[in-house]
């Protein structure tokens, strides 16, 4: 694959056999009513007819970063929604949707696709001394007569909020190149691997 993304740098460190399933054997997951509900509630952030807490200037966008390891790969991904606030700060959130709330800070603490992202936003915003994340709740519910998964109409909430300092995307920057180093070589490995037990 010509490029990583955070949620697959989190894949291979948290899911091994699905990252080989979706990256080495390409397998492709079928897309779940959850997944498409994601998909036009953001639609429905961006048009500005679902209130939410957090929405800056960059959504959706796509960031790629070109890291030179020797040689060059990139790091791709699309935050939910980022920008500058008044003061100079940059933030950036991740709309999350579902019947419940599962986020904390303490699960945020350990969530690499946040880092990633964060990594991302920091190289495009010129590496500032900080950069804060918010996980923002959308509570959603199965409708029986449309079939679909729809917003409830309740309020958003902030599930978690975390700050990242550049020291610490400084040093992120060897994790994902250590990731991108042992992915090629166990797809190496993979290739010559064969059905015998």
Do not use: C
Request: charged share 25%; net charge negative.
């Amino acid at each position: 694959k010509p490029h990583i993304s955070p949620s697959a740098l989190q894949a291979w460190h948290n899911q091994r056999s699905m990252f080989v399933r979706s990256y080495f054997l390409k397998e492709k997951t079928p897309e779940t009513k959850s997944m498409t509900a994601g998909k036009q509630i953001h639609k429905l952030i961006e048009a500005g007819l679902l209130e939410v807490k957090h929405k800056y200037s960059h959504n959706e966008e796509t960031l790629t970063v070109d890291l030179q390891l020797p040689e060059t790969v990139k790091v791709l991904g699309i935050p939910d929604s980022f920008g500058e606030k008044f003061g100079g700060s940059v933030e950036f959130v991740d709309y999350k949707t579902g019947k419940e709330n599962t986020w904390d800070d303490t699960k945020l603490a350990g969530d690499l696709k946040m880092k990633a992202t964060a990594w991302l936003i920091w190289n495009e915003a010129d590496k500032p001394a900080k950069i804060t994340g918010f996980i923002e709740y959308i509570p959603t519910q199965w409708n029986p007569a449309t079939k679909e998964v729809e917003p409830t109409g309740g309020e958003s909430g902030v599930a978690g909020e975390i700050t990242y300092t550049s020291e610490e995307l400084e040093a992120f920057t060897e994790v994902i190149a250590k990731t991108i180093a042992e992915v090629n070589a166990a797809y190496e490995e993979w290739l010559e691997s064969t059905d015998e037990f």
